[in-house]
C-alpha cells in the first residue's frame, strides 16, 4: 500500500513558525526526490521547494527563499519543511508529492493528501 501523508500544519501567528512532515510508506522514498506544493483557495497549486533523492540539491522558490528550508531523513522515510518568519499570504494546503526532478521541480508519480497552514492574527 503506497501512502505519502503530511502533517504538522495548524494555526500560527505572522512571524511564527511551523515544521511540516511528509512520511512514506510502501515504497522507499530515499529512491525519490520530494517536491513542496500549495495552494490557496481560489488559487492553482505552485510549487513551494523540493528536494534531491540523496539531499544533495535543494531548490526554493523566491517567495519562500531564506525563510524555508527543506530536508529530509532517509532513515526515517520522512522529508520535512520548516518554515520561519511567516506571512499571512503563507496561507494554504501544503502537499508534498514523490517522483523525479525535471530541473528544480518534481515530477509526481505519488501525493499526499495535504496539511492546512494558516497564518493569520
Known amino acids: 500500500q503506497v501512502q505519502l501523508v503530511e502533517s504538522g500544519g495548524g494555526l500560527v501567528q505572522p512571524g511564527g513558525s511551523l515544521r511540516l512532515s511528509c512520511a512514506a510508506s510502501?515504497?522507499?522514498?530515499?529512491?525519490?526526490?520530494i517536491g513542496w506544493f500549495r495552494q490557496a483557495p481560489g488559487k492553482e497549486r505552485e510549487g513551494v521547494s523540493s528536494i534531491s533523492s540523496s539531499g544533495s540539491s535543494t531548490y526554493y522558490a523566491e517567495f519562500v527563499k531564506g525563510r524555508f528550508t527543506i530536508s529530509r531523513d532517509n532513515a526515517k522515510n520522512t522529508v520535512y519543511l520548516q518554515m520561519n518568519s511567516l506571512k499571512p499570504e503563507d496561507t494554504a494546503v501544503y502537499y508534498c508529492?514523490?517522483?523525479?526532478?525535471?530541473?528544480?521541480?518534481?515530477?509526481?508519480?505519488?501525493w499526499g493528501q495535504g496539511t492546512q497552514v494558516t497564518v493569520s492574527s
Open positions: 508529492a514523490a517522483g523525479p526532478l525535471l530541473g528544480s521541480s518534481v515530477v509526481p508519480d505519488y
Open positions: 510502501g515504497f522507499t522514498l530515499d529512491n525519490y526526490a
